[in-house]
């Protein structure tokens, strides 16, 4: 079946912009995640959501960041007044169920100039 | 907070040797996962160690779980240039897993 999907790929922008980056889970999947990965580091934890519980919001780094999921599908991760140091790769992941392998998406590179 | 550290952050081999890749993290936790990251594409799940003593093998590669020293080992076996990736280790806690910073792994001929 489909992988996770992410868009878009690459994404753009000027410093104060917002920007709304996509995932797209893999059917089924009740947990899904977001990360950001700078160049060269490891995966920074952002936020995940299990079924219809809370979300777990501990890795957001600033009230600018927010992140929403509607039911068990898509969700979208917002970035209001993008800073430079927002450029990254930021990846989605989903899983059956929380603490289960998790699989990932291909990943969106953001770039703010 | 739960704190993982991975050993080497780099690591340069020869085809046809041994190495050990080391992941130390701070608190108890009963899951380990290794992933392999290529340059520009995104992680692909390699193992899940689910309890002390866990072993697992594909290939070249062998992970294995010491949860009383809070360590994992991914040894790999006679390198070849495919296994050339960044290879990390996640340990999960509170239903997240936190990531170390990566090794990568860059077998020559």
């Known amino acids: 079946g489909a992988g996770v999907s992410q868009s878009p790929s690459n994404k753009v922008t000027e410093k104060g912009k917002d920007v709304e980056l996509r995932c797209d889970p893999i059917?089924?999947?009740?947990?899904l995640y977001w990360y950001r990965q700078r160049l060269g580091q490891g995966l920074e934890f952002l936020i995940y959501?299990?079924?219809?519980?809370?979300?777990?919001k501990s890795g957001l780094p600033s009230d600018r960041f927010s992140a929403e999921r509607t039911g068990e599908s898509v969700s979208t991760l917002t970035i209001q007044r993008t800073q430079q140091e927002d450029s990254a790769v930021y990846l989605c992941?989903?899983?059956?169920?929380?603490?289960?392998?998790?699989?990932f998406g291909p990943g969106t590179r953001l770039t703010v100039l | 907070e739960l704190k993982v550290e991975q050993n080497p952050l780099f690591l340069s081999m020869q085809e046809g040797k041994n190495y050990t890749i080391y992941c130390n993290y701070s608190?108890?936790?009963?899951?380990l996962y290794w992933y392999r990251q290529d340059p520009g594409k995104s992680l692909e799940s390699l193992f899940v160690?689910?309890?002390?003593?866990a072993v697992k093998q594909e290939g070249r590669l062998m992970a294995s779980l010491d949860t009383k020293a809070r360590l994992s080992t991914l040894h790999i076996t006679a390198a070849v240039h495919d296994l050339s990736a960044t290879y990390f280790c996640?340990?999960?806690?509170?239903?997240?897993?936190?990531f170390g910073d990566g090794t990568t792994l860059t077998v020559k001929p």
């Open positions: 992941a989903s899983s059956r169920q929380v603490r289960d392998t998790q699989y």
């Open positions: 059917s089924g999947h009740t947990a």
């Open positions: 959501f299990q079924g219809n519980s809370a979300p777990d």
């Open positions: 608190t108890t936790s009963d899951r």
């Open positions: 160690l689910l309890s002390n003593g």
């Open positions: 996640a340990v999960e806690g509170a239903g997240k897993s936190t």
